[in-house]
């Protein structure tokens, strides 16, 4: 079984900076390819990010510049580092597990970020 804790959220000024963590509960990087989704208040969950394979990084363009998705193979932990927050950036971020084999996905309990004066 899958399981993801996110860290790293909270409340921060237009402008500043937050990182995002995720800890899989086991080596998971092989079968599955991680990033980082989002859900605003009254709207859908989006994606925000993915790194294909530990490499390849793709992002929303509304974040492009701005997010860095990474990984450390070693401690099974997936990062978002967020510069240039925006109010438009609040949200609960959340993990996500999609497989390479299969089409499941796992998330984490999400953690909550508020871009806020």
């Known amino acids: 079984q899958v399981q993801l804790v996110e860290s790293g959220g909270g409340l921060v000024q237009p402008g500043g900076s937050l990182t995002l963590s995720c800890t899989a509960s086991?080596?998971?990087?092989?079968?599955?390819?991680m990033g980082w989704d989002r859900q605003a208040p009254g709207k859908q969950r989006e994606w925000v990010a993915t790194l294909t394979r530990g490499v390849i990084a793709d992002y929303i363009d509304s974040v492009k510049g701005r997010f860095t998705i990474s990984r450390d193979n070693a401690k099974n932990t997936v990062y978002l580092q967020m510069n240039s927050l925006k109010s438009e950036d609040t949200a609960v971020y959340y993990c996500a597990a999609r497989g390479v084999y299969t089409n499941g996905v796992h998330w984490g309990q999400g953690t909550q970020v508020t871009v806020s004066s």
């Open positions: 086991q080596n998971i990087f092989s079968n599955y390819t």
